[in-house]
C-alpha cells in the first residue's frame, strides 16, 4: 500500500523568503503525485499533481514542485512567499490501479512572519 | 459552476446520539469519496463510491457508521451512535473517477461530540 511523510509538522518562514515543503512517498511503481492546501475551515484546493513526463510541475499561486524519483521525494516549492499562503498543505499520492482514491500525509502548517 | 456542497457545516451533539451528513457533488462526477479529518492529521478515506456502488469501504466502521448513495448523485453518511472519539470534520469529495484526475473537496462538516 502507498503512503506519505511529511517531516515537518510547522514551518515559519518570513514574507518574502522562499519555501521548501517536504514530502517523501512510498509506491512500488508509478507514483501519481499531488499536493493540496487548506485554509481555515475550508476544503482542499489542489496546487499541483505529477503524472509523468517533466519532473518540474507548475501550480497555482505561484507554487511548484519537483518529482526525484531516486529520492521518494516530491517536495512543493515557491521562490517568494506572500502573507496569504499561511495555510495548511497536504501531499498526497495516488495508487497505478485504475482508480483514484488518494493517500494523504499528515500536512505541514505554514505560518508566515512579517 | 456549483463546487461540492455539503451540510451542516457544524453540528454539536451529544454522545450516543445519531448524526448525518449530506453531500450533493459536482455534476457529472460518478465518484464520490467520504473522507475523515481528525484534527492536526491528513484526510483519511472512509468510502468510494462509483455512481451508487461502494467499491472501497474497507476503512468504514460499520458497526456506527453507514452511508448510502441513492441514484448516484448525493450522498448521506450517517453515525449512529456517535462516540466521543467521533468528533471530527467530515470531508466529501468528487471526481470523474480517472485515476490521474483531480478530486474536488467540500468545505467539509466538524462534527462535536459531547
Known amino acids: 500500500a502507498q503512503s506519505v511523510t511529511q517531516p515537518d509538522i510547522h514551518i515559519t518562514v518570513s514574507e518574502g523568503a522562499s519555501l521548501e515543503l517536504r514530502c517523501n512517498y512510498s509506491?512500488?511503481?508509478?507514483?501519481?503525485l499531488f499536493w493540496y492546501v487548506q485554509s481555515p475551515g475550508q476544503g482542499l484546493q489542489l496546487l499541483l499533481k505529477y503524472f509523468s513526463g517533466d519532473t518540474l510541475v507548475q501550480g497555482i499561486k505561484g507554487f511548484e514542485a519537483e518529482f526525484k524519483r531516486s529520492q521518494s521525494s516530491f517536495n512543493l516549492r515557491k521562490p517568494s512567499v506572500h502573507w496569504s499562503d499561511a495555510a495548511e498543505y497536504f501531499c498526497?499520492?495516488?495508487?497505478?490501479?485504475?482508480?483514484?482514491?488518494?493517500?494523504f500525509g499528515k500536512g505541514t502548517m505554514l505560518l508566515v512572519s512579517p | 459552476e456549483a463546487g461540492v456542497v455539503q451540510s451542516p457545516r457544524y453540528k454539536i451533539i451529544e454522545k450516543k446520539q445519531p448524526v448525518a451528513f449530506w453531500c450533493n457533488p459536482i455534476?457529472?462526477?460518478?465518484?464520490l469519496y467520504w473522507y475523515l479529518q481528525n484534527l492536526g492529521q491528513g484526510p483519511e478515506l472512509l468510502i468510494r463510491y462509483e455512481n451508487e456502488e461502494a467499491v472501497d469501504d474497507s476503512q468504514l466502521p460499520k458497526d456506527r457508521f453507514s452511508a448510502e448513495r441513492l441514484k448516484g448523485v448525493d450522498s448521506t453518511l450517517k453515525i449512529q451512535p456517535a462516540e466521543l472519539g467521533d468528533s471530527a470534520v467530515y470531508l466529501c469529495a468528487s471526481s470523474l473517477g480517472q485515476v490521474t484526475g483531480e478530486l474536488f473537496f467540500g468545505e467539509g462538516s466538524r462534527l462535536t461530540v459531547l
Open positions: 509506491y512500488g511503481a508509478t507514483p501519481y
Open positions: 455534476s457529472g462526477h460518478n465518484t
Open positions: 498526497a499520492v495516488g495508487a497505478d490501479s485504475g482508480y483514484s482514491t488518494l493517500t
